[in-house]
């Protein structure tokens, strides 16, 4: 199983140096990982998306950028297939994008973006249109077709991120796998999501999809560390009730050692995940070095 690493994109202190970015990024590229990945968000305070994923391109050049995930209806789509294939160009070839529908009305408002797109078929609508303009359809009334032409043929590998059934097994139909997440480290919820992808996929005369899950992790003695993963979730979930975000903190991801990580990784293998993308709750760059160190062994 691959282990990626997500960016520090939702810490309340990640432009408190002007080069954090670049410096994880940098060392996520050197080490044993096997992707690099952020996230989307439009009422916050994280960088853009697309600005982000031209950056990334150009500090690394081995790891596979994974957006996990973004929302393409909070974007016009032709625009949205020119960023992402101008990314792909800019990386070699190394883009991979996850799409999901979001789960913030106040996203969608910032964005001035249509809440009734925010559908199964919303979704589908926009992936298909994407894929038009990476095909080289001409999608306007225009001299020549939008580009830049995608490096990966057809476009850059797509995974739906959801735990919803209906929505995986509608994506069955357009997507290449799962951008999974698991609030509580449930491993048998988890392995329930992979074995519904599995199915929606062959049902659908598709290959085999890829799985893919993400958790937040915090290293450190238990309650230091499940402290350190509460403050994440206070900043990061401030569209829900303080009380509600309290009482999932409680169980959310992963607080302990090393080694107890290293064990909780080995469990998900046996679930068939192709690939666990970390998800820190600091925005301290030793983290990267310590995990690196324990994946390397």
């Not at 996230?39 to 600005?51: Q, Y």
């Not at 001299?143 to 919803?164: A, D, I, N, S, Y």
Request: one cysteine or more; proline letters at 7%.
């Amino acid at each position: 199983m691959d282990v990626g690493m997500t960016l520090p994109v939702m810490e309340p202190d990640l432009w408190a140096e002007t080069d954090t970015l670049e410096r994880w990024s940098r060392a996520v590229d050197e080490g044993p990982w096997s992707s690099l990945c952020f996230g989307e968000r439009m009422a916050f305070d994280n960088p853009d998306t697309l600005t982000l994923l031209g950056a990334v391109a150009a500090w690394t050049s081995r790891v596979r950028l994974v957006t996990t995930v973004v929302v393409p209806q909070l974007h016009a789509p032709v625009p949205l297939a020119k960023a992402l294939a101008t990314g792909d160009r800019l990386s070699g070839g190394r883009l991979t994008v996850g799409l999901g529908d979001g789960g913030r009305d106040e996203d969608y408002r910032a964005a001035d973006a249509d809440l009734g797109t925010r559908t199964i078929v919303g979704l589908a609508e926009r992936v298909a249109a994407m894929r038009r303009v990476w095909a080289g359809e001409r999608v306007a009334d225009a001299v020549r077709p939008v580009g830049p032409p995608p490096v990966q043929p057809g476009g850059p590998e797509l995974l739906v991120g959801t735990l919803g059934p209906r929505t995986i097994r509608a994506a069955a139909a357009w997507a290449d796998g799962l951008a999974g997440m698991s609030l509580d480290l449930d491993l048998a919820e988890m392995a329930k999501v992979f074995e519904l992808t599995r199915d929606a996929w062959r049902e659908a005369g598709r290959p085999a999809p890829r799985l893919t899950t993400s958790f937040w992790f915090a290293l450190g003695e238990p309650d230091r560390a499940r402290a350190q993963v509460h403050r994440h979730l206070r900043h990061y979930m401030n569209w829900i009730p303080a009380e509600y975000v309290d009482a999932l903190a409680a169980t959310a991801g992963f607080a302990g050692t090393p080694a107890q990580l290293a064990g909780v990784l080995r469990q998900v293998a046996d679930l068939g995940a192709d690939e666990v993308q970390l998800i820190p709750t600091s925005s301290g760059v030793d983290q990267v070095h310590r995990i690196a160190e324990l994946l390397m062994d």
